[in-house]
């Protein structure tokens, strides 16, 4: 008995602890400060869990083993407007929105991360508190296959090739290192040396999409 009444006031205890810690606004949740790395592994490791767990019910449709390229240029045309913003896509540097997202979102031009059916679930129900919304609820699951159809393909393009591949689907990608107006004044801002090293760094070190 002694035993259950001990456990019971350790509980107590760490609840009261954790219910000063959160109202007393000591946690930064500045989205320009880095969590502690026991909070970085928290939240990349319960998202991973929450996903591949979920997806496990996921059926890609049979065509996705050989999509058409009509598909995966619907992906693109769908992609162009819903993602690159914050994901980037060859040759085509993540946004300044995107760049400012914690945890920072991966740039999927890269090597694939997720499989088929992961990607589609982030696609569909979004994830909290990452930036990521839920595209099912304005998409059909055809829609969302076609992205994921382009998405898988997408580490496979040149940005000559995802150039291309946009001006045939009859949308307009700009190119990497192109410059961006700020002010009444029209001035001009490029990326410096500096911010691109912390760009990346932020990438490293965040998760989720």
Same mark, same amino acid.
């Given at each position: 008995?002694?035993? %259950? ?11 009261? *602890? ?8 000591? @946690?930064?949740?500045? *989205?320009?400060?880095?969590?502690t790395n026991p909070v970085q592994w928290v939240l990349r490791t319960t ?17 996705? =083993?050989?999509?058409?390229? =009509? ?7 769908? @992609? ?16 300044? %929105? ?5 945890? *920072? ?7 694939? $991360?997720? $499989?088929?059916? $992961?990607?589609?679930?982030? %696609?569909?129900?979004?994830?909290? /508190?990452?930036? !990521? ?20 393909? !997408?580490?496979?393009?040149?940005? *000559?090739? @995802?150039?291309?591949? =946009?001006? +045939? ?9 192109? /410059? ?10 490029? !990326?410096?040396?500096? +911010? +691109?090293? +912390?760009h990346r760094r932020m990438h490293e070190q965040g998760g989720g999409h």
């Amino acid at each position: 008995m002694k035993t %259950v009444v001990r456990l019971l006031v350790v509980v107590v205890l760490l609840a009261v *602890a954790g219910l000063a810690f959160i109202f007393s606004g000591f @946690y930064d949740v500045a *989205a320009d400060a880095e969590h502690t790395n026991p909070v970085q592994w928290v939240l990349r490791t319960t998202q991973s869990r929450s996903v591949h767990r979920r997806a496990e019910e996921v059926r890609p449709p049979a065509w996705m =083993a050989h999509p058409d390229p =009509a598909v995966v240029r619907k992906g693109l045309v769908h @992609y162009h407007e819903m993602c690159v913003t914050c994901h980037g896509a060859p040759g085509v540097r993540i946004s300044e %929105v995107g760049q400012g997202l914690n945890p *920072a979102p991966p740039e999927l031009s890269g090597p694939a $991360e997720d $499989e088929a059916g $992961e990607t589609f679930w982030i %696609v569909k129900h979004g994830i909290k /508190m990452t930036g !990521m919304p839920a595209f099912g609820l304005t998409h059909t699951d055809d829609d969302l296959w076609a992205i994921v159809a382009f998405v898988q393909k !997408m580490p496979d393009l040149t940005p *000559a090739d @995802y150039q291309k591949m =946009a001006a +045939e689907a009859g949308v307009t990608a700009e190119p990497e290192g192109h /410059m961006h107006e700020h002010g009444e004044e029209g001035e001009e801002h490029e !990326m410096s040396a500096a +911010e +691109e090293e +912390e760009h990346r760094r932020m990438h490293e070190q965040g998760g989720g999409h």
